[in-house]
């Protein structure tokens, strides 16, 4: 599967998810391995870039941080409805899926703009590194033909040690990458 769509990371910023500057673009490559040609369980493997610069306030101060990821996974896929068990696709049919997986992740955050640290309860995280993370997919196929079907995604990642919105709370739970789009599949 290649697809693109939006991404956006949801942290302790106060973010406007309706204005176009808390979003970004997410690019992906997926490959899917059916365990068996006619099973609902699927292996997948997974290479995604995300960039984005975001937009928004802490205590009344714009905060601008661009923010960059690449992940590289590992998972498994398992399609909801039987009837991919027949493996014998028809035009139109939908097949909802949820797909877990897990990888490595690269990592960039600068800010686009200075932003003063004026609240003594965030700490500043940009710079680069590569950590373990795990990914949560969910999203549909919609057959097109025996080869083609067109697919769409939600994809959510969690980061523990919340620094993926440039700002580390003591008080947070953690940061949630979310990104989710359109792809087009072609089946051997």
């Not at 106060?14 to 059916?34: H, N």
């Not at 409805?81 to 014998?88: G, H, L, R, S």
């Not at 940061?175 to 792809?183: E, L, N, S, T």
Request: charged content about 15%.
């Amino acid at each position: 599967m290649i697809g693109g769509g939006l991404s956006t990371v949801l942290g302790d910023a106060d973010l406007d998810i309706i204005d176009w500057y808390s979003y970004g673009y997410s690019l992906t490559a997926r490959y899917i391995q059916p365990f068996k040609k006619t099973d609902r369980w699927n292996i997948t493997f997974e290479y995604t870039y995300s960039s984005m610069t975001q937009q928004g306030y802490i205590t009344k101060e714009l905060y601008r941080p661009s923010i960059s990821q690449n992940y590289i996974g590992a998972g498994c896929r398992f399609y909801l409805f039987n009837t991919i068990k027949e493996y014998n696709p028809y035009f139109m049919e939908f097949l909802p899926f949820l797909e877990a997986s897990g990888g490595l992740l690269t990592h960039s955050m600068s800010f686009a703009e200075p932003y003063a640290n004026s609240n003594d309860n965030y700490e500043l995280t940009d710079g680069s590194y590569i950590t373990a993370t795990v990914q949560l997919t969910g999203g549909a196929l919609l057959v097109l033909s025996q080869h083609w079907a067109l697919e769409g995604f939600i994809g959510f990642r969690f980061d523990p040690t919340d620094k993926w919105d440039g700002l580390k709370n003591p008080d947070s739970l953690g940061d949630v990458f979310v990104h989710g789009g359109i792809g087009i599949n072609y089946a051997l």
